[in-house]
Antibody
Framework: QLQLQESGPGLVKPSETLSLTCSVS??????????WDWIRQPPGKGLEWIGT???????YYNPSLNSRVTISVDTSKNHFSLKLSSVTAADTAVYYC????????????WGRGTLVTVSS | QTVVTQEPSFSVSPGGTVTLTCGLS?????????PSWYRQTPGQAPRTLIY???TRSSGVPDRFSGSILGNTAALTITGAQADDDSDYYC??????????FGAGTKLTVL
């Protein structure tokens, strides 16, 4: 059964770059039928789509975060990654990785999420 | 930027029926937006309920149904149960790989 697992530092200093990785196990990230997304949820607030990547490297980002976000994929390691630069306290959130099904555009699989706190 | 609208909160009595909606700040929701619905309880990742407007995800009971209602997507819960007390999010696909989440509806069953 395919699973997703987020990993990375739980604490990042303001103005630095947040870096997270989502490891895919039990299946291949090189699927033509899926996109791989990052979604976040600030404490007590709603979900926000950050961006997505296809295994060939095509990316799409939330316009409100576009200038600070980079999503990449490493098919040899079967994982994809998120970098968010110039973070502030407003970037404190639970970060989820998720699999989105192509053509029907819904999430069929979610990671458990990881809390990242931005603080000095 | 397009905003996806949801009722901030709703309440339903046990055994009752409730319909949550998902709209657009400008324009109407149609099947072309591939509306999907998710339920989330505190501390947990979201769980998929409905996709492609009205298709139930595997294992979701048939008391959950999706539809287009006027100019919005809708999630109807019939025979509400105590454990339906959760946050509900809709997602709309905007094209070009971009999806937008609604702000969520907090459903209280009491």
């Amino acid at each position: 059964q395919l699973q997703l697992q987020e990993s990375g530092p739980g604490l990042v200093k303001p103005s630095e770059t947040l870096s997270l990785t989502c490891s895919v196990s039990g299946g291949s990230i090189s699927s033509s039928g899926h996109y791989w997304d990052w979604i976040r949820q600030p404490p007590g607030k709603g979900l926000e789509w950050i961006g997505t990547i296809f295994y060939r490297g095509n990316t799409y980002y939330n316009p409100s975060l576009n200038s600070r976000v980079t999503i990449s994929v490493d098919t040899s390691k079967n994982h994809f990654s998120l970098k968010l630069s110039s973070v502030t306290a407003a970037d404190t959130a639970v970060y989820y990785c998720a699999r989105r099904v192509s053509l029907t555009w819904y999430y069929d699989l979610w990671g458990r999420g990881t809390l990242v706190t931005v603080s000095s | 930027q397009t905003v996806v609208t949801q009722e901030p909160s709703f309440s339903v009595s046990p055994g009752g029926t409730v319909t949550l909606t998902c709209g657009l700040s400008s324009g109407s929701v149609s099947t072309a937006y591939y509306p999907s619905w998710y339920r989330q309880t505190p501390g947990q990742a979201p769980r998929t309920l409905i996709y492609r407007t009205d298709t139930r995800s595997s294992g979701v009971p048939d008391r959950f149904s999706g539809s287009i209602l006027g100019n919005t997507a809708a999630l109807t819960i019939t025979g509400a149960q105590a454990d339906d007390d959760s946050d509900y999010y809709c997602v709309l696909y905007m094209g070009s790989g971009i999806s937008v989440f609604g702000a969520g509806t907090k459903l209280t069953v009491l």
